[in-house]
């Protein structure tokens, strides 16, 4: 437990010394440390240095978010952020998303009700997207839709056209959308 | 047996909902084999020409950098059917972005690093990469894909056109388009010895098992395939791409294992498009709005790599009572990348341009567009001239009418409007031709009650898993929970693609007869199973392929509503609304889910995907996700899918007809004919963005001086 | 993507001492574009000098009404700041209109303006760019440029600017601040980016080891009506066909007061000073609104392909300048 490394294949060895950092993240409440190439991004060290597989690399440009994860629990593209940089953050995917002794997070379970995916590849980023979402609107964060006239710091309630397009940073070519739509509106409290 | 009743159609939950909302699910980069390697393509930067050298020094010299695998070095193959997957071949540079070289690394960082600083020289030759209606390197197809004549022709239809009472000529354009599904195009691949193991983003691995014994010169029963999750394909891993050849090839030559991702923004040049297609449509018809002459002639591109011609004629054969007809599909052999299937290849475009069409005669005779296509109905298919083993287009016309609210529509262009927004609503017919292939099937009784049914079934998101359950259930007359299914290995009896909407009836079909044929032998038999169970095989080959005395299609309609805005000319969906006469429906939930999916990718074909192909340099200039528009969540409104029954029984023991492409068939022109609806103005090329919607608004409200 | 040391300095002054130390250096804000452009291999810095922990993340309320937003503040939290949204509207809307959730979540104030163009040619190693190697040529210019400058662009780039919320700053008279070797200086906002003539690699003032520490929205343009619109192929996630940003002031009815900023037309925000300047003393009437846009876009110069920017740029001028004032006085 703890601080480990896991087996990554070619961790650090494609970079010399002043090419490296070592980076302490928390993954879903496991501290890791790692020796990572400086070029190395949160996506990639999830992927390839820990096993966790669940941030998928749709585009890997930040243009498809299906690598969305939530870094000190903002919602975040992971392909885009240097792990280096992130060193002392808190990350949670996926797989972490359920709390402890949860067996699935409410919005897993909604999703599978509502059949809000198909083919899987965008849902791990969709999911960590929604549970973004849900905590932006309880804090109260307007969005595109929301009318400027609306006071701030007061939770903005979520109707459809509000998880449209604060979900729209996560593209979905199965054309789960209304579904999804439906998933988020089942868990807003 | 009440399973019958209960399986086959209930909306079953996904068998592999759990994996997926849970992030285990494992697609094909995802084998982390020990030492495992990762290899970065080095696309080409010429339209047309020769490699004349490949500098490796400084991309070895890249810290992790193992190999750069170029067409002096790589292994050697034997053809390929499909010349695309022909790479690392030749010096040839058939057009921009073929893969040159393929640099291999222990980590995905300097794999892409060696990439950038791999150095290729070529000889260029001129380029030509632009279709035209006129091009004159066109030739009329002898063949369309999917092995439709090229041309077909009925009666004399210029003379009947010219005599028609009402007559429309027309033009449209849709542009290339790209699938883009979320996973892009990944292999992992391994030797073992003389085996070759590779996990790989396909449609079908059993088609890619065979494809590499050719290439490799080596037995099938040497290679496993597989592709346990698959993140979309759309038709793009159909068959298979570059990734897996390349995979296995480097695989070989380092002596590792490979995991190749193609990077998102080299997509678009080497998995396949669908092509751009330039239509004319040509309609006459009487005062009653009956058809006497269509004529849809359809220019298109290939490259030079192969004839890829997108059918989009052939839906024009299929859809209307008309006495005189012809269809054409010309192709304009270019240096483009290769075209290939995108969902509903032929379908979609054609649809796109006929029922536009329709729609503009709708609005020439002042006849309602869905009575049009009412009195238009044929009784047989009118190229072949075979009965329909079941049509309920009209029923879908009417069915979707009356749910969408059409009877309340003012036909009048340009009436409704609120603020800044005009409103209008369209409407348009789909069609897609049920298609079913060879497959085989295990089915096994097990000792402790449950029984494993075994097919190679790919599950690209469809839920192949869980419908096949529930026809094995349903054969078997046991509750669907007492089914596990094992699909997505080549290892696994032997079975087609998933594509052309096929799937489900393909692999069903031998599932089905297994099973069957497993219930008789369990009824016949008292007494424990033995250990290992009891199994039944089943093998479709010479039903599944033999010729139908019928003409098999689903229809569908659909329904659109839309607004524009007329400051900006952004159109956006207010609802769409799909009702489908597809067979029989086997589940509930996922064809509800495909359905919808399919129509979103109709309302981006509509609005927002446009690719270009960028003249001087012979490519597509949105190439990735940030350019090339697929819809977001904002993009979609309301959708709604709906289905009537249709007991059809020439198709298979399900009786169902395919829904993963129908969706998307008429969805784009339901939306333009909206557009038309709202502005009063026929928009004649894809998609409908604010830059010509907006052009079009200011040329209407200031006509430029004749 | 080539290798790169990292450091992460402590204060804007080790951050400046650290770029002049490490030649290639880069500063290292949200990331969303930079490394974006490091993986296409347009980016090669030597050295990434990490500036997101320093203390500039904070928004502070200025004794004179301005309002001054530390360089490292997140597009998302300046879009919901109650301030912001209550006194500059534009700019929280201008956020709110550009990429996604997740992306202004990263993405930092100073980081968005010194984002780079997303001409595909830009990014694109294979094919010339005289932005990103001078001399290569110009793709766009023959090639495909929809999305391309109908304004001040030089027959060396006609590449715009893709921000949302820098065409904002640029209306709301912002100012940027930035400390280099030389310590602190500021610039207009609206003078900030530049146009490409023959430099087109230079995007904006910024001097070498420059470090933006933040951006003061000043008092004369706070609690002023202010609006932006943006037109765009998608509902959302996608960049600006074009789009206006604009504040104005009425007083005794007439214009005593407008900024006017379009995005998407240019290599900079373009800050419409000619339409402003023929706005001031006139009634704020719809004729009036045309006459000002209309001398505004009077030099547009469109390309083959892009010529529907103009038209589409004026009507959504009109349309947020129409929303800016009471309807009685249209």
Request: glycine share 10%.
């Amino acid at each position: 437990m703890g601080s480990q490394q896991h087996g990554g294949s070619g961790q650090d060895t494609a970079a010399s010394p002043r090419h490296r950092s070592d980076t302490t993240l928390r993954v879903n409440g496991t501290p890791r440390t790692l020796t990572v190439d400086n070029r190395r991004v949160l996506l990639d060290l999830l992927r390839e240095d820990l096993g966790l597989i669940g941030a998928k690399k749709g585009c890997d440009h930040g243009q498809c978010g299906a690598c969305t994860v939530l870094v000190d629990g903002r919602r975040v593209n992971s392909c885009l952020l240097l792990a280096v940089a992130l060193d002392g953050c808190e990350i949670t995917t996926v797989e972490g998303l359920a709390g402890d002794g949860e067996e699935l997070h409410p919005l897993q379970r909604a999703f599978r009700k509502r059949d809000a995916f198909q083919c899987g590849y965008c849902t791990p980023g969709q999911l960590c997207s929604a549970a973004g979402v849900l905590a932006e609107a309880a804090a109260g964060h307007p969005s595109h839709v929301t009318d400027p006239a609306r006071p701030s710091g007061e939770p903005v309630p979520l109707d459809r056209e509000e998880i449209r397009e604060r979900l729209s940073g996560n593209l979905c070519r199965c054309g789960a959308y209304p579904h999804i739509v439906e998933a988020v509106e089942d868990v807003i409290p | 047996m009440t399973g019958t009743e209960t399986a086959l159609g209930a909306p079953a939950e996904r068998r592999e909902g759990r994996e997926k909302v849970t992030g285990t699910a494992r697609y094909a980069a995802e084998y982390d084999r020990p030492g495992r390697t990762h290899a970065w393509p080095v696309p080409a930067t010429v339209a047309r020409g020769r490699v004349t050298g490949v500098d490796t020094a400084a991309a070895l010299a890249q810290p992790g950098v193992l190999a750069v695998l170029t067409h002096e070095n790589a292994p050697r193959l034997a053809e390929p059917d499909d010349a695309t997957l022909a790479v690392l071949q030749d010096a040839k540079v058939p057009h921009r972005g073929w893969f040159v070289a393929l640099v291999v690394a222990e980590t995905p960082e300097a794999a892409r690093a060696g990439a950038t600083a791999v150095r290729v020289s070529y000889d260029v030759e001129p380029h030509d990469s632009v279709l035209r209606r006129d091009h004159p390197a066109s030739y009329a197809a002898e063949q369309a894909n999917g092995g439709h004549p090229g041309s077909t022709e009925h009666g004399d239809p210029d003379t009947a056109f010219a005599s028609a009472e009402v007559r429309v000529d027309v033009e449209y354009d849709v542009p290339p388009l790209h699938n883009h599904p979320m996973e892009p195009h990944s292999s992992t691949a391994r030797w073992d010895g003389d085996r070759l193991i590779v996990e790989t983003s396909s449609q079908g691995t059993s088609t890619a098992r065979d494809v590499l014994a050719g290439m490799f010169a080596m037995p099938a029963e040497r290679i496993t395939v597989v592709a346990e999750h698959v993140g979309g394909g759309f038709g793009s891993k159909g068959t298979p791409r570059p990734d897996v050849v390349l995979a296995a090839m480097a695989a070989r030559h380092t002596g590792r294992p490979v995991t190749l991702t193609l990077p998102r923004r080299l997509l678009p040049s080497v998995v396949g498009h669908r092509a751009p297609t330039l239509h004319r449509l040509r309609l006459g018809a009487g005062a009653d709005g009956r058809l006497t002459a269509l004529v849809h002639d359809v220019t298109t591109h290939t490259s030079r790599v192969k004839e890829f011609v997108e059918q989009a004629a052939v839906p024009a054969r299929v859809m209307y009572a008309a006495p005189h007809s012809r269809t054409v599909h010309r192709v304009a052999p270019l240096d483009v990348p290769s075209p290939s299937w995108m969902r509903a290849p032929g379908e979609a475009p054609g649809m796109y341009a006929l029922e536009s069409a329709m729609d503009e005669l709708a609005g020439e005779l002042g006849m309602d567009p869905v009575e049009l296509r009412v009195r238009n109905e044929p009784e047989t298919e009118p190229d072949s001239g075979k009965p329909f083993s079941s049509r309920h287009l009209v029923e879908c016309l009417r069915e979707g009418a009356r749910r969408f609210g059409w009877s309340r529509r003012d036909p009048r262009p340009r009436s409704g409007r609120t603020g800044p927004l005009l409103v209008g609503t369209g409407v348009a017919a789909a069609t897609y031709p049920v298609m079913v292939s060879p497959s085989t099937a295990a089915a096994r009784a097990l000792p402790d009650g449950t029984f494993l049914v075994q097919v190679n079934a790919t599950d690209i998101g469809t839920g192949a898993r869980t419908v096949v359950a529930q026809i094995a259930a349903d054969a078997l007359g046991v509750e669907p929970g007492r089914v596990r299914i094992e699909v997505g290995s080549s290892d696994l009896p032997y079975a087609s693609l998933a594509g052309g909407s096929s799937g489900t009836a393909s692999w069903g079909w031998p599932v089905h007869d297994a099973c069957v044929s497993l219930a008789e032998r369990l009824a016949g038999r008292s007494g424990p199973l033995p250990e290992q169970g009891i199994e039944a095989r089943a093998d479709t080959a010479g039903r599944a392929d033999a010729d139908s005395p019928y003409a098999r299609h689903a229809f569908g309609a659909h329904f659109a509503e839309v607004t524009v805005d007329t400051v900006s000319g952004e159109v956006r969906v207010r609802r769409l609304l799909g009702v489908y006469a597809a067979g029989r429906i086997l589940n509930a939930r996922t064809a509800r889910s495909q359905f919808i999916g399919g129509m979103t990718m109709g309302l981006g074909m509509a609005l927002t995907e446009d690719s270009t192909v960028d003249a001087p340099f012979g490519d597509f200039a949105e190439s990735d996700l940030a350019s090339y528009h697929v819809p977001a969540h904002a993009d979609v409104p309301s959708v709604e899918a709906h289905w009537i029954e249709e007991d059809d029984p020439h198709l298979n023991p399900m009786g169902s007809k395919g829904i993963g492409e129908i969706g998307i068939v008429g969805t784009a022109a339901a939306i333009g004919n909206a557009v038309h609806h709202a502005t009063g103005i026929r928009f004649r090329r894809l998609p409908l963005t604010p830059d010509r919607v907006l052009t079009g608004l200011l040329a209407h409200e200031s006509p430029a001086p004749v | 993507m080539k290798t790169f040391a990292y450091v992460r300095p402590g204060s804007v002054e080790e951050a400046a001492a650290a770029f002049a130390d490490h030649p290639g250096a880069r500063y290292l804000g949200g990331g969303t574009n930079l490394v974006d452009l490091m993986k296409l291999g347009v980016e090669r810095p030597e050295t990434l000098i990490d500036v997101t922990r320093l203390p500039l993340d904070t928004v502070e309320e200025l004794p004179d009404g301005a309002l001054r937003v530390g360089a490292m503040v997140r597009n998302s939290d300046l879009a919901a700041h109650p301030v912001v949204r209550d006194r500059w509207p534009a700019l929280s809307q201008a956020l709110l209109a550009g990429a996604s959730g997740q992306l202004r979540n990263a993405a930092t104030t100073g980081g968005n303006l010194l984002q780079r163009t997303r001409c595909p040619y830009f990014q694109d190693l294979g094919k010339p760019c005289n932005k990103r190697q001078m001399g290569s040529g110009c793709g766009a210019r023959e090639g495909v440029h929809r999305d391309h400058a109908v304004l001040g662009h030089s027959p060396h780039c006609i590449a715009t600017h893709p921000s949302d919320m820098a065409v904002a700053l640029s209306a709301l008279d912002a100012r940027v601040e930035l400390h280099g070797a030389d310590g602190p200086r500021s610039v207009p906002a609206a003078d900030f980016h530049r146009l490409p003539g023959d430099h087109p690699e230079r995007d904006t003032e910024i001097r070498p080891g420059e470090l933006i520490t933040g951006v003061v929205l000043p008092a004369a343009t706070g609690g002023l009506p202010s609006r932006y619109r943006k037109a765009r192929d998608r509902a959302s996630y996608a960049f600006a066909l074009a789009s206006v940003a604009a504040v104005l002031r009425v007083s005794d009815g007439v214009v005593a007061q407008a900024g006017i900023a379009f995005g998407a037309l240019a290599h900079r925000p373009w800050r419409a000073r000619r339409a402003e300047a023929a706005l001031l003393g006139a009634a704020p009437t719809a004729a009036a609104f045309e006459h000002a846009v209309d001398l505004e876009l009077a030099d547009a110069q469109p390309l083959r392909d892009n010529a529907y920017k103009v038209p589409l740029a004026r009507r959504l001028a009109l349309d947020v300048l129409a929303g800016l004032v009471p309807s009685a006085t249209l």
